[in-house]
């Protein structure tokens, strides 16, 4: 098939294509018996939005690594895609992770006497409630966030979701690793038994399971932030006052390859640990700017975490090791 699937290709072709576009159609609310008819057809009858559920699989298809970010973004519904976010919470917590943990206990000897086993499911509840608590707080916190202002609702000042993105995007990898040391232990510590080619298959599941959440986490952190980053902006040519809006011109006239003085300013803060609403009250700033010179000082170094900050700040000499909160 073509490099990227069209709303011209049929719906069967592209599911024996890329079997884990198996995975999405239910969370878009699409079923089974497309007969000869297109992605754009069979959308249009079920009312999904074709652009958004092209965006999704194609980002799947790529593993995670769309050919162009900014034009997957341009393409999206939000709404929609948040729908298919929401979705994709519900079949992870009620449904993949229950049916897994069923097979598990079929296939391990559950019984007191057997130790390993009994640790082995404690350890998949755990991670199970792990994903649960998360997918929650996405619901609670930041979905909230984002269709309030979708609604042009006013939100309060003291969300950053650029905070809370990287908060969850923590939490994204403290899952990965609890699912790879689950994997782990089970192909190294349980005992081969009677039940092994049942064992197999729920390594199997938990393989393909980790392949699902690493596409849906890594899609949340990038083609969802930065629609809501974009959406924010907007927001704000709207509503923003016009010391706001010249503030994040500046800023924008220094998204040269070079660092600014104002970005440099940036990162000497962020390296002493203080959040963007202090950045911003110690500049005397908007966090909205304070935000704007973070991406583009992630962009020009691409170094995007405050541990790479702090080693760029002191090689270059715009801290000193003292000054470093650690």
Known sequence: ?????????????????????????????????????????TCLAAGVDAPTFLAVVNFIRSNGRPVNLSDAVDAISLPALMNYLRRSHDYFVKFRLPAIRRKLIEAIDCSARNQIAFLILKFYDEFAAEVGRHMDYEDKHIHTYVNDLMAGAKTSPEV?????SHQHHDNHAQIEKSLSELKSIIIKYYPNDSNAQLLNDVLIDLFMTEEDLFNHCHMEDTLFLEAVVRLEDERREQTGDESVRQEEQEADTAATDTLSDREKEVITCVV?????KEIAEQLYISVNTVMTHRRNISRKLQIHSPA???????VNGLINLEDVKL
């Open 1 to 41: 098939m073509s490099e990227k699937y069209k709303e011209t290709d049929r719906m069967g072709d592209i599911i024996c294509d890329d079997y884990r576009i198996l995975q999405v159609i239910s969370r878009f609310g699409l079923s089974l018996g497309f007969g000869d008819h297109t992605v754009g057809e």
């Open 160 to 164: 950053d979701i650029h905070k809370l």
């Open 272 to 276: 002493k640990g203080l959040s963007n």
């Open 308 to 314: 790479g900050l702090t080693i760029y700040a002191i």
